[in-house]
Every structure is written in structure tokens, then in C-alpha cells.
């Protein structure tokens, strides 16, 4: 069985086949499906060793539809980079790396989470991100009528539009009715209704 190392990137991936026969053949492609298909598809069953990271997992699926072995394997365990050489250039020296440590055996298998926590845990990252924004908005709002001498009143990020309308605002100084702060977005209302320890635990986190 052939052992193959891939340093996987955002745009482009290093990798290093050590063939049965001991040859080592690499190849530097673009971090793509139809890219990954030309260049592994047509092989034999390989054993395939990757670094758990953001593109991982969807590059480890692609890998197992093509019929290889695949292995994420934890970027902190020091042991599978014992065989790393500084004279090799970095990318083709870590491919060459993870493929040595494949053939060893020299590394520690990462946790691969399941469809519906990868599903739960993207809801949750962009609800995080659309309260964040909420709250800065909410924040520019207050200090900028702080500078007209309007004080907002406090209470709860849902009820600042009102609060705000009932200022005797000058000029042309109203919340424009679709500014981000005044859309009340679908991930607002399922936080509400569930909250992100009640969905995180529905998962198991």
C-alpha cells in the first residue's frame, strides 16, 4: 500500500506519494475536489495522512469517496514530525513529513465530528458573529448621539430601535428601517428559543 502525505492550505495543498517501491513522487496542486480526483483518483487504495485544520475535513471525505484510507491526525502530537529535514522547503518538507509518519505509523488521530455538530457548530460561530455586530452598531449609535447631547436609555439589544425612536432626534437623524441593527435576523430568534448551550447540547458538546 502506498502511503501519501498531503499538506493541506487554503488555496494550494503539498503532496508527497511514497510508493511501494520506495520512489517518492510529489505534485503541488490547487486545494480543489476536481483537482484532488485528477491526481489520486485513478491510484490504488492509499493510506492518506492530512493535519486536522479548517479544510480537513471536507478534504478527507473527498479523499475517502476517491477509495483511500484517510487519516486526520492532530497537529500538536511532536512525535510525527521527527523525520522533518530543514534542508527540504517547507510545504514539500511537511508533505514529506506526514507521508514518513504515515508509513510509521508516528501519529495521533484527531476527533472528526459528526454532519449535525459541524451543522450546530457553524450556526453557533455565525450567531456569535451577527450579536458582535449587533452590538457595535449599538454601541457607534449611542456614542454618536452622546455627541448631539441624547442619552439612549438602557435595556435590551431587542428594544434599542424604539428606545432610540423616542428621542427627539434632530434633523434627519432616524434609524434607517433596514440598518443591520434593526433587522432582527433567524439566528436571533432560534438563540432565543433555544440558546447556544440548549443547541450545543442537543449534540453533545
Known amino acids: 500500500m502506498e502511503h501519501i502525505g498531503i499538506d493541506v492550505h487554503k488555496v494550494e495543498s503539498q503532496i508527497c506519494i511514497l510508493t511501494e517501491d520506495g520512489e517518492i513522487v510529489e505534485r503541488r496542486i490547487r486545494t480543489q475536489r476536481e483537482r484532488f480526483g485528477t491526481v489520486l483518483g485513478e491510484r ?3 493510506r492518506i495522512l492530512i493535519e486536522a485544520s479548517t479544510e480537513s475535513e471536507w478534504v478527507a471525505r473527498c479523499l475517502e469517496e476517491l477509495g483511500h484510507e484517510v487519516v486526520v491526525a492532530d497537529p500538536n502530537f511532536a512525535a510525527m514530525y521527527a523525520t522533518r ?3 527540504v522547503k517547507a510545504d514539500r518538507r511537511d508533505a514529506r513529513t506526514l507521508a514518513e509518519a504515515c508509513r510509521l505509523g508516528a501519529y495521533r488521530p484527531a476527533h472528526r ?4 455538530q459541524r451543522h450546530v457548530r457553524a450556526q453557533l460561530a455565525v450567531r456569535e458573529a451577527l450579536v458582535q455586530t449587533r452590538s457595535r452598531y449599538i454601541s ?3 456614542a454618536v448621539l452622546r455627541r448631539e447631547g441624547l442619552r439612549v436609555a438602557t435595556g435590551n439589544a431587542e428594544g434599542f430601535v424604539k428606545r432610540v425612536e423616542r428621542l427627539a432626534l434632530p ?3 432616524r434609524v434607517p428601517p433596514n440598518s443591520p441593527y434593526a433587522r432582527r435576523s433567524a439566528y436571533d430568534r432560534e438563540g432565543r428559543a433555544n440558546g447556544p448551550r440548549n443547541v450545543s447540547r442537543r449534540v453533545g458538546f
Open 44 to 46: 490504488a487504495p492509499a
Open 85 to 87: 529535514s530543514r534542508k
Open 113 to 116: 465530528t459528526s454532519d449535525r
Open 140 to 142: 457607534l449609535v449611542g
Open 171 to 173: 434633523g434627519q437623524s
